[in-house]
Each structure stands twice: as structure tokens, then as C-alpha cells.
């Protein structure tokens, strides 16, 4: 077939759609020749054109009477010279880096190596033609009705993020329609956003949803890649989880799903994977930015560019140092934002993102670049602050505009609950914001978002179920996953009442909770670990798409209990700015305007009601504490520009095994205070009653005073 081909233009890259046809732009500085190849709905290789035209190193031509839904990948030639770094190989179909939509699965049993796969020698090249092995890309038409579409803009210090997976939320929920259960617009339908409301979160963040490939060694193993992070695609949402196909229905289907959640004021994060791609390493296969051009893109050795700089633990690193991989970023980063609406993202491994020569840096080109764009000036930058290589751990040291997930948090209050010695004074930097790594660089509380799991380790109830990792079903013998004692199940085997309930546990695990849900900063919920999802002692799912990870919507008692708990937990917190403030708290006393009255908005207090010494900060065996949170000293104004006075709170915390008697200061307001939580209370934990001047916290609980007058509100159950 004879395609009509015009010069077209540079800018924007990828496949656009016009009245004339459609434009591709395609980056390579290396190439030689750059051709473009179309296919039928079967894989069939129909037609192939050469992009005559070239513009600052982008390949360029329209073609007439091209329009959606049309198949199509690249072949580039250039030098083969992998010991300098040059991987070109006209013989393996590519991905375009900016394909919107991909079609069909990588086939490991086809030629997609450009090496010769089968001897090993990665310096020779293979001849063989890939392109049965390789998804290829859709056309896409942008056009979408997003009608009066608006972002709920929650503020960040008022978000309660949900982690949660597309496919797991929703694939076993008989509420859900069958067709649409593990899809996008399963997420979207009335039972999930009637979950997610009365739940009370603010925000989703989904695990990865760039196209992505299963790699190989879990093909042969009969697993697949569940959580996503092996991205091929930084434009298209990944079709696996579209009940509309993979011919770009995925597209319409994903903004569907973000319109939907926008429409009850849920916010939608993702989780990007911006610091390595699926290609691996020097051994990996040739898909996309590997054989585009293998030096642009990625970070390979100074002194023996054969091989590639890793950072990320997966074989390759992105060479972010390059303008034009910085501009792939920020222009995959805005089409999220521009075209497909979402909110915010979740950045996996940023410090690699950071690393210009080698050491992590705060001023990288990456977050100069991010900071002065204004298409992102208002969504939501979280960083997973740490990478693989040396130096990569940098909780506190991102930039200002960056909230990043305190795994310091994570891990102070896990040894806390455990029981560990010595996490007292920790353990008070965590619960009031982590001052201590955000306040002096002028960043707030919001900018910790608190965790006390994640997909990445136990789920919560495995957490005080288990002491050691069971990971057989991943095929590698237990020696994937941490290794980190992180988990606890308290010794508490056997311990359950005439109903089989282990009360104890339920009681660690709502302990857990309501440590997240009360301390400042932002909290986010692994999805599931609020109806107990267990993964068996699993700690690294990362290749389980199955029972093992799916939600479970078959609720026992207990589940259903520990459901209505966490729900009841996030809607008092965000009833309470209080529980959520915007400032860091100044420990110290604090004038009213107008009023001779001088308290303090945080105060910390011991068994007999005196404020806590330094010399019992650092005790080691101190497993207790109480903290009185002022509400007459909040800092907040309403939309009039009043000051808002919330209730006070007194919380008690309490690790040890044996209950502990505290004396009840005062409350700032005078008013009595009334008991509105309670750990220990299994079947009716938010029971209200007012209490007197002492007050017993039993072994293993929190307990929660307030000097307001609160009402329950029933409906907001499940």
C-alpha cells in the first residue's frame, strides 16, 4: 500500500490525529534512518514508511488517511556498536516512547533480545525480525467529553490517601458488575465509590498503571508482574485493566474513571516509575528506548558503555541528566495532568530521579524543571525518598514543594507497637508531624505522609500475625522480599475468645490504626489492611495476581468490625483540623488575641498528670505517654477569616502488656473531659462517656479523651 507522506512537524512528539492524517514524531539522535511500520488487527505488518524529514534530531512526517485505532510500532537503523553504547537493530519492531495506548503483550518466546539471546553474547547482533513479539501502539483520538469535570483540590494537610491496586480493589467484588470487576471502570462503579466515601478517604493512588510487561523469569514461572513497576509505556494506561479492550478504549475508559471519582471529591494519584524502564540491563530485551537510542535514554558506564549504571535494583537507570529524557518526563507528567486529569503522583525511587553525577542532589535539572512548570503547580509531588545505590536514602531531604513517605514513621512505629525499648522520644517526633525532618526547610506537617504499611512488605494484618516472611509461592526459595524483623504477632497465638476471635491482635491492629489516623502529617491506608486482607505471611506480592492479594468482600464479623472502626477513625479525624494541622506545633505558650489566657498547643504528660521530664523522654523502658493536643490554639481561619477553636484532645498511648493509671489535667476549655476512643473496647470502641480526674489505659491500647461534645453519625457506616 502507497501511504501519501508530507513532512509534517516536530512537535508534539508521538502520533497526533488531524483532519489530514495523523503526525509522527519520533526522537532518536543517533539514527540513520527512521521507518514507520503499520499493522492490521491481526499483528500483520501492512506498510512501512520512511520519516525523510529530521529536526533537531526528531524524525517527522504525516501520514495521510491515518486515523484512530491504527496499529503501528518504528524500525530505526544506525550503528550496532554496543561496547560504545550504540544498540541499534532495524530487525526489533519498537515502541514509540510516546505511544498513548498499546495493543497486545510481550512474547518472550519471540526474537525481542537485539543481541544474540541464544549464546549469550550480548555484543552480537540478532538479525531476526520481532515484531510477533511486541505490543504495538494505537492511534489515539484525544477527543473526550469531560464535561464540567473540576478537581476536588483537597488540600493536602486534609487528604487521607488510599494505596491500592486497579485490578485487586475490585476483581472479587460480587457487588460489582462481572464484566467490570478488575477494571478501570470497576473502580469507577457505584459499590466502589460508595466503599471509598463511607470509607472517608480523600485520595486513590494507584500502583502503577503505565503499561508495563511481565518480565520474563515470572512468564516461565506462570506469574505475572502484579504491582506494575516495569513500565514500557509513560503515555498509556495499561490495558490490562480496561473491560474496553486494548485497541484504545483504555484511554477513554481511564478518564472515565477519574471524572467519576472527581464527581464525589476523590482524588486520583498515580504512582510513576520514572527511574528505570522494563529493557533491563545489557542482557535485556530491545523494545523501545533501548534500540530509539540506548545513550540518550539511559545511563550507561563512563568507562564501558556496554553496560548500564543501576540504581533501582532492576538493571537500568534513566538518564534523567539528558534534556531530552528530562523532556519525556515532563511532558509524560503533563499529558496526566492536562489530558487524563489526575491530581497528583507518587514518585518510585525518586532519589534516582535526584542523582546528576553520582550523589543524590536537592537543585537536580529534575526538580528545577518540575518546580518552575506551572501545569504542575498544583497537584500533589510525593517521593518515595530512597533508591538502591549509595547515599539513596533521603527521607527529609527533598525539596520544599515534595511531600514524601516518612519511612522513619513507618518504622518507629512499628517498634514502638512491637514493644522495642527506647522509641519514646521517636516516637513523639512521628506522631506530631516529624518536625524534626520538615520544619526546617520550610516545609509543614503535610509534607510526611505517614504509612505504617504499603504494597511493598506485610499487610497490616500480617504485620502482628507473622515474625517471618513466607514468600515460596515467588519460586525463589523465601530469599526475595525484607528480611527485617518488622513485623510481630505479640505472642498471641491461642489467645482468642469463645469465638475463635483473637482479640488481641484485633486490638494491635486498630492500635496501628489509630496511631496513622491521629498523628499530624498525612496518612495513608494500604487498600485492604482496614477489612484485615492477608497476603499468608507474604511480605513480597510483587508477582501474586491471584487470592493471595485480591481484597476479599466476604466479610466475618471481625472484618466487618475493624471496617466500621477505620471508617469511623477517618471521619473523626477529618472532623477535626486539630487532628490535621497545618503548622507544626510550638511547644510553647502562646498568647490569645484579646485574652489574658497563656497555654500551650501541645503538652505531654505522665502517669500522674505532671508534664513529662526530660529524664522520662529517655527512659528506656518507658512504653507510655499522653499528649494533649490544645484546640483553643489552632491556628486555622475559615473561609469569613475567623479563627477556628476545634475541641481539645488528650490521647494515651500505651505499648507495654500492663494497663497504666493516668491523672487527667485539665482541659484548655474547662469543659469535662469525655472518653470518645478506646483500643481495648472490641465491640464498641467509640463508646462516650465521660470520665474523672483518673483514668486506666489497659496493656496494649490508645485511648482518646476529648472536651468537645461529639455526636456519632450512624450513616457514615458501611
Known sequence: MNRTLLPGRPYPL????????????????GATQVDLCFFDANGRQTDCVTLRERTAYVWHGLVREIKAGQLYGYRIDGPWEPERGARFNRNKLLVDPYAEALCGQVDWKRPIFGYDNASGDDLKMDTQDSADGVPKCVVVDSKFDWGEDCRPETPLADSVIYEMHVK??????????????????????????????????????????????????LVEQGLVDYWGYNTLGYFAPMSRYSSC??????????????????????????????????????????????????????????????????????GNTLNVRNPQVLKMLMDSLRYWVTEMHVDGFRFDLAATLARELHDVSRLSSFFDTIHQDPTLADVKLIAEPWDVG???????QFPVLWAEWNGKYRDTVRRFWKGDRGQLSDFGNRLTGSSDLYQFDGRKPYASINFVTAHDGFTLDDVVSYNEKHNLANGEDNRDGSDSNDSWNMGAEGLTDDAGINRLRERQTRNFL???????????????????????????????????????????????????????????????????????????????KGEDLIEKDIAWFNTD????????????????????????????TDENGKQVIDDSFFLVVNASEDGVEYALPGAPSGRPWCQVMDTENIDMPFTHAEVGKTIIVGGR??????????????????
Not at 465509590?193 to 510487561?213: C, D, Q, R, S
Not at 472527581?262 to 528506548?289: A, F, K, R
Not at 491500647?701 to 458501611?718: M, Y
Open 514 to 592: 489509630a496511631t496513622l489516623m491521629l498523628s499530624q502529617g498525612v496518612p495513608m491506608l494500604n487498600g485492604g489492611d482496614e477489612i484485615a486482607r492477608s497476603q499468608l505471611g507474604n511480605n513480597n506480592c510483587y508477582c501474586q495476581d491471584n487470592e493471595l492479594t485480591w481484597h476479599d468482600w466476604d466479610l466475618d464479623e471481625p472484618r466487618k468490625r475493624l471496617r466500621d472502626f477505620t471508617s469511623e477513625l477517618i471521619h473523626f479525624r477529618l472532623n477535626h483540623p486539630n487532628l490535621h494541622r497545618r503548622k507544626f506545633f510550638q511547644d510553647r505558650e502562646i498568647r490569645q
Open 245 to 314: 479492550g486494548d485497541i484504545g478504549g483504555q484511554v477513554n475508559e481511564f478518564k472515565q474513571m477519574v471524572k467519576t471519582l472527581h464527581e464525589e471529591g476523590i482524588e486520583v494519584i498515580l504512582d510513576v516509575v520514572y527511574n528505570h524502564t522494563c529493557e533491563g540491563n545489557q542482557t535485556g530485551p530491545t523494545l523501545c528506548w533501548k534500540g530509539v537510542c540506548n545513550t540518550t535514554y539511559y545511563r550507561v558506564n563512563e568507562q564501558n558503555p556496554r553496560y548500564y549504571v543501576d540504581y533501582t535494583g532492576t
Open 609 to 636: 498528670g505532671n508534664q513529662l521530664s526530660e529524664e522520662a523522654w529517655n527512659t528506656e523502658w518507658n512504653r507510655s505517654v499522653a499528649i494533649l493536643l490544645n484546640g483553643q490554639t489552632l491556628q486555622v
Open 168 to 217: 485487586g480493589f475490585s476483581i472479587r467484588n460480587p457487588r460489582v458488575p462481572e464484566k467490570l470487576r478488575g477494571t478501570y471502570a470497576g473502580l469507577a462503579c457505584e459499590p466502589s465509590i460508595n466503599y471509598l466515601k463511607l470509607l472517608g478517604v480523600t485520595a486513590v493512588e494507584l500502583l502503577p498503571i503505565h503499561h508495563f510487561i511481565d518480565e520474563q523469569h
Open 701 to 718: 491500647a490508645v485511648k482518646l479523651f476529648s472536651d468537645g461534645s461529639i455526636e456519632r453519625d450512624p450513616s457514615r457506616l458501611w
Open 14 to 29: 508521538g502520533a497526533t490525529v488531524s483532519p489530514k492524517g495523523t503526525n509522527f514524531a519520533i526522537f532518536s539522535e
Open 390 to 396: 549509595e547515599g539513596g536514602y533521603q527521607v527529609g
